[in-house]
């Protein structure tokens, strides 16, 4: 953070292709919209990653802190579900590859989940959807006044375990909102031992997505995700 661009994200895209994939993993490139025209951004961003050879795309409808092109705070597309959807709609006449998966942010209420989910059902387009991203929050302020995080933003994204509750409240959501449907839900945020796993596992996500987790992480990513995943199995 910030991300460094088209530009120099397609420098190394091919590298980042080379090593995921002589490891036999997927390559997901996540994009975030950060313009006054996000259909068209997304539409372009989403072309560019494909010819680039990613294995699929995030559509990042939840990324909390970037900026506009005057340098004021963007609004995150997720919590706008009527400009949301128009985006779905325009990207859907396209004839795009596939996957393509949604990252959403936390919603205030299950009503909101349920109109985002709809424009997710009804676009046909998405694949599943990450859910949810983090809680944008005030820059923190350590007690010397400086901020907490060294990036140019007035608002970050809150996670981690003491959001855990939320995050199980903002899964249950989602699976319901789009049960019926061929879209999956990769639950997120909080998720740092088997327990909390197994517990978005057994509401109805598919997967569980760790990235708090690797920040995190004490031991290292291999051995903590080892052990996770060995504590998860048995």
Not at 46 to 57: N, P
Not at 127 to 136: D, F, G, I, Q
Not at 150 to 177: F, H, I, L, Q, Y
């Amino acid at each position: 953070m910030p991300c460094a661009g088209y530009e120099e994200e397609e420098k190394v895209l091919p590298d980042k292709l080379e090593i995921a994939h002589a490891k036999g993993k997927k390559l997901i490139w996540n994009f975030a919209p950060v313009t006054d025209c996000p259909a068209e951004e997304s539409l372009e961003g989403i072309q560019r990653a494909f010819a680039a050879g990613v294995d699929g795309v995030i559509l990042n409808a939840g990324c909390p802190n970037v900026k506009d092109t005057d340098g004021t705070q963007h609004a995150i597309l997720s919590r706008n579900p009527q400009a949301f959807g128009k985006v779905l709609s325009f990207l859907r006449e396209a004839n795009l590859p596939e996957p393509i998966w949604v990252r959403l942010s936390p919603q205030e209420s299950f009503s909101n989940m349920s109109v985002i989910g709809n424009h997710i059902k009804n676009s046909g387009i998405v694949s599943a959807v990450l859910v949810p991203n983090t809680w944008s929050v005030d820059m923190p302020i350590k007690d010397n006044g400086e901020s907490l995080l060294d990036t140019n933003t007035e608002k970050v994204g809150k996670s981690g375990p003491a959001m855990a509750t939320g995050a199980r409240k903002e899964t249950a959501w989602a699976v319901s909102a789009l049960k019926g449907s061929n879209v999956d839900v990769i639950s997120s945020s909080s998720i740092m031992d088997e327990k909390e796993l197994k517990h978005r596992l057994g509401q109805g996500a598919v997967a569980g997505a760790g990235t708090t987790f690797f920040y995190a992480s004490e031991n290292g990513w291999s051995q903590d995700v080892d052990r996770l995943l060995w504590d998860f199995a048995t």
